[in-house]
Nanobody, 122 residues
Framework: QVQLVGSGGGLVQAGGSLRLSCAASGSTFSNYAMGWFRQVPGKEREFVAV????????LYADSVKGRFTISRGNAKNTVYLQMNSLKPEDTAVYYC???????????????WGQGTQVTVSS
């Protein structure tokens, strides 16, 4: 069984930065792409970024390109989302997820973390 635990959310002023982390555990966790999605109450969950198992390829939503950076730890079971130049519209619950392919399509992700709240004040 694979478990994902996200952390690092909080309250920050517009223009500030936060770094989210997600740690994966489970004896079968190998060769998974890891990504981040976010959701605002009343809206559908939306894709933010994803990185391959080896870390060589990434994919970003247009809304975060140039501001957010996704990366993996050396052990590959941890993924980070460095969020810079944050805007109030980045406020959401952020979920990490793991899947087999580099994709923005939510249904392709097999495992999900519990979510961490990010609030950006104006």
């Amino acid at each position: 069984q694979v478990q994902l635990v996200g952390s690092g959310g909080g309250l920050v002023q517009a223009g500030g930065s936060l770094r989210l982390s997600c740690a994966a555990s489970g004896s079968t966790f190998s060769n998974y792409a890891m990504g981040w999605f976010r959701q605002v109450p009343g809206k559908e969950r939306e894709f933010v970024a994803v990185i391959t198992w080896g870390g060589s390829r990434t994919l970003y939503a247009d809304s975060v390109k140039g501001r957010f950076t996704i990366s993996r730890g050396n052990a590959k079971n941890t993924v980070y989302l460095q969020m810079n130049s944050l805007k109030p519209e980045d406020t959401a619950v952020y979920y990490c997820a793991a899947g087999r392919v580099l994709t923005a399509i939510e249904s392709n992700y097999w495992y999900w973390g519990q979510g961490t709240q990010v609030t950006v004040s104006s």
